[in-house]
Nanobody
Framework: QVQLVESGGGLVQPGGSLRLSCAAS????????VGWFRQAPGKEREGVSY????????YYGDSVKGRLTISRDNAKSTVYLTMSTLKPEDTAVYYC???????????????????WGQGTQVTVSS
């Protein structure tokens, strides 16, 4: 069975840091590019980051540039999203998604991705 499983979400104070993980099983993650998306209540799903198959090409959404780092460990079939200086507006369910890629400038388009995880909740609040 093909699965993407996010983990690492939780409650964090403003200004805090969090590391999310996206673990793949049932397929070879090495052959896929990975995007991170988030969706807050009442809002559209928003692309926050993207990483190429080898990890050499990361992209970041304008709202998170400078505060997020995406990385991958293909040996562990895992992609990470390290977040710092978190703000209340970062509160959302965070999803990872995989596509055969490369997606380049189209990485924000939800329909481009083949597999999606269930999401992990990130809440930034005092």
């Amino acid at each position: 069975q093909v699965q993407l499983v996010e983990s690492g979400g939780g409650l964090v104070q403003p200004g805090g840091s969090l590391r999310l993980s996206c673990a793949a099983s049932g397929f070879t993650l090495d052959d896929y590019v990975v995007g991170w998306f988030r969706q807050a209540p009442g809002k559209e799903r928003e692309g926050v980051s993207y990483i190429s198959r080898t990890g050499s090409t990361p992209y970041y959404g304008d709202s998170v540039k400078g505060r997020l780092t995406i990385s991958r460990d293909n040996a562990k079939s895992t992609v990470y999203l390290t977040m710092s200086t978190l703000k209340p507006e970062d509160t959302a369910v965070y999803y990872c998604a995989a596509a055969r890629g490369p997606l380049g400038s189209t990485w924000r388009r939800v329909g481009k991705y083949d597999y999606w995880g269930q999401g992990t909740q990130v809440t930034v609040s005092s």
